[in-house]
């Protein structure tokens, strides 16, 4: 009669080895993290409203109205939002949250909206740029004879 034993290693959650590794790809490779923590900011949604309008919602705590732009370019149908971070030395020692300067672009691909009619609100730290859809054409109809 054979004993088959079959040994499972389980691997703890905080071994030595995993906790060396957390430690050394958090220090080696420090710009490569830092540039993903920055890649997704800020905060945003891209969504239709109930009228059909395409809304864009940034969360920019700790930012301005001032500090805002927005730029559209009709002939690119694109729509630029920038923000630039105006904090002296004395405010970036005593904050503890992070305010960066930013610069993002959508272009309307499908060239559906009505880049002349675009809305903006800023309230408390949210910006919401709304963009209605372009009035339709309406269609031709031929009569047949």
Same mark, same amino acid.
């Given at each position: 009669?054979?004993?088959?034993?079959?040994?499972?290693?389980?691997?703890?959650?905080?071994?030595?080895?995993?906790?060396?590794?957390?430690?050394?790809?958090?220090?080696?490779?420090?710009?490569?993290?830092?540039?993903?923590?920055?890649?997704?900011?800020?905060?945003?949604?891209? /969504?239709? =409203?109930?009228?059909?309008?395409?809304?864009?919602?940034?969360?920019? *705590?700790? %930012?301005?109205?001032?500090? #805002?732009? !927005?730029?559209?370019?009709?002939?690119?149908?694109?729509?630029?939002?920038?923000?630039?971070?105006?904090?002296?030395?004395?405010?970036?020692?005593?904050?503890?949250?992070?305010?960066?300067?930013?610069?993002?672009? /959508?272009? =309307?691909?499908?060239?559906?909206?009505?880049?002349?009619?675009?809305? *903006?609100? %800023?309230?408390?730290?949210? #910006?919401? !740029?709304?963009?209605?859809?372009?009035?339709?054409?309406?269609?031709?109809?031929?009569?047949?004879?």
């Amino acid at each position: 009669m054979t004993n088959t034993a079959i040994t499972l290693h389980r691997p703890s959650l905080l071994g030595r080895r995993v906790f060396d590794d957390v430690f050394d790809n958090f220090f080696n490779d420090f710009p490569s993290l830092l540039r993903q923590t920055t890649q997704g900011y800020p905060v945003s949604d891209i /969504y239709q =409203n109930e009228t059909g309008d395409t809304v864009m919602e940034f969360a920019l *705590a700790g %930012f301005s109205k001032k500090d #805002l732009s !927005i730029e559209i370019k009709p002939e690119k149908r694109s729509i630029t939002v920038r923000a630039e971070s105006n904090v002296n030395e004395e405010e970036v020692s005593s904050r503890r949250i992070a305010r960066r300067s930013f610069e993002k672009t /959508y272009v =309307n691909f499908d060239n559906n909206l009505d880049l002349s009619s675009v809305t *903006a609100n %800023f309230e408390n730290g949210l #910006l919401y !740029i709304t963009v209605p859809v372009r009035p339709e054409i309406e269609p031709l109809k031929i009569k047949i004879s």
